[in-house]
């Protein structure tokens, strides 16, 4: 078999021995076994449970980030993709567009994979260097986000003043909401919201807010 | 010097250590002289270093708890508070006010104690037991944020079953951008915005939309 078929399979297995034990709890005996090899491979191949977990970590990492830039095409944007102008047949401006579809990703990708988005979610919780791995996928999906509200803010006729201003907080707070919504859905029992519904949640919360602002509209306590 | 009063010093001291070095390289040599106290004494009063962790998040835990309930005057209501009819010579229904008021103190708490939010916010990175002790941090805000948003939907005149349905999500979307604002606001260094320019972007941004989808607006990727 070849390495690369077999070191997938002690991730696939470790994601879902760390997602359902936790870091620590998590044993190398069942981890091997799931992966049908033995102990002894598992650690030629990833030499530690913390290069294991790291492993695990950078694979799920690396998943979600292009679960996200595939849906927003923010690959093939990169400058040249659909931008101001919409995309035909659909409301909204480009960057509004693939800021949707980009949420519906991560919410397909998240609910999909619920033991690798657990491994992502919680990995911090388990102190550094783990913690530093976290922080820096939420850093490239925030500059994400903060590029698409910019360009979307800007496609809606609002001055580049506003988009410097405001745009980085709202990102911030998107990104946020989009997190523990995630967290939010794959805890649930029943009633269990789709990935579309669960982007349209987080739209309907935060766009329309987003539109009456560029339009000029704040909430203000006294009106 | 009465024992209350040295624990204080020995807390002040250690959150503004956690804060600057991290759990694990925070130093109990550093926080006994900054406290001004031998360390045995430290370990005679707060056991260990975890101890101490776990002491330093829990006063901070209640110290954030409290401002915010305070901000939205939780404790006071408590079903005879200020609620549907409003704040008199305020816009929208008293929930509504609640909600502005708690994350004005949300901010304004997170700002002017940066140091105990920092260890906060960054305790479950430190594992267990730290990590549940945010965890119940953030379900007790979540649960308080719920409860006003479900009433503050009902005031504007929305169903039962909308508030049943949506405010769950909506909560956990708002309670995760809120977080991710604090640290956000705080990391600034230049054009720092005020806890109430900070607790309005969020309103701005979350419920100018909750206020649409209220009206039955939805936002639509075709519309």
Redesign the interface.
Known sequence: MPREVRERQMLDAAVAGFARHGY?AASMDDIAEEAGVSKPLVYLYLKSKEDLFTACIRRERAALVEAVRGGTGADRADGDGPRAGGVP????SGAE?QL?RGLCAFFAHTAARPEGWSVLHRA?????PF?REVAGLRAEITELVTLLLGRAAVDAGCDEEFAE??V???A??????????A???NSRTD?V?SPKE?A???????????G??IKG???????
């Open positions: 620590q047949g659909s409301g909204g567009q949707w911090h919780t388990q102190g550094e913690a201003r405001e980085s907080g709202l911030h707070a998107m990104v946020g909401a989009a997190e523990s919504l967290v939010w859905a009633a919201p669960t349209a949640t987080l739209m309907n919360f935060c766009w329309t807010g987003l009456q602002m509209a704040r909430w203000s306590p006294h009106r």
